[in-house]
């Protein structure tokens, strides 16, 4: 028993290993729409950092801004793009601008998918957990459009 568990291990952590090398070896996302922010993101291989404005409407109608940056990990790939699809993990540092957030410090964490549409363009279908001093504990979809540019090949 302990064989096939050690042999198991060792074939998760070379299959790991192998996918990480599907990821670009360094890339830059224009982010234009709410996921992870409207700004940028720099990735490499399965790691990302990025920074920009991020809007969000935890009531209908109601539109809570905040800048956002944080990091990103990359899991999973998966098609045949150059850039190809993955799932993603991340965790971000966010001030509030305005209303009941105004000035506030909040944290959160965020998984979903990244569908490569057409070249570069991507959609990332996730959901964000917001969490600040004074406020209950916000989730809510984050859908998004981006541009990654590969920069090296």
């Known amino acids: 028993m302990q064989k096939i568990i050690i042999t198991s ?6 299959n790991l290993a192998a996918a990480q090398t ?3 070896k360094n890339a830059l996302s224009i982010n234009v729409f709410r996921n992870p922010s409207i700004g940028l993101e720099y990735q490499h291989r399965h790691v990302s950092v990025h920074g920009g404005y991020y809007i969000t409407a935890f009531t209908s109608g109601v539109t809570t801004k905040f800048l956002k940056t944080g990091v990103t990990y990359w899991f999973l790939p998966f098609g045949k793009k150059e850039i190809r699809s993955s799932l993603y993990a991340g965790a971000s540092y ?3 601008l305005n209303l009941d957030y105004q000035n506030t410090n909040a944290i959160a964490i965020e998984t979903g998918v990244r569908l490569m549409i057409w070249k ?3 959609a990332r279908l996730g959901v964000i957990g917001l969490a600040a001093k004074g406020h209950s504990f916000k ?3 984050t859908p998004s459009l981006s541009y990654t540019l590969p920069l090296n090949r």
Request: charged fraction near 5%.
């Open 9 to 14: 291990i060792a074939l998760l952590v070379a």
């Open 22 to 24: 599907s990821f670009p």
């Open 94 to 96: 966010l001030r509030g």
């Open 120 to 122: 570069g363009l991507n």
């Open 139 to 141: 989730v809510n979809p």
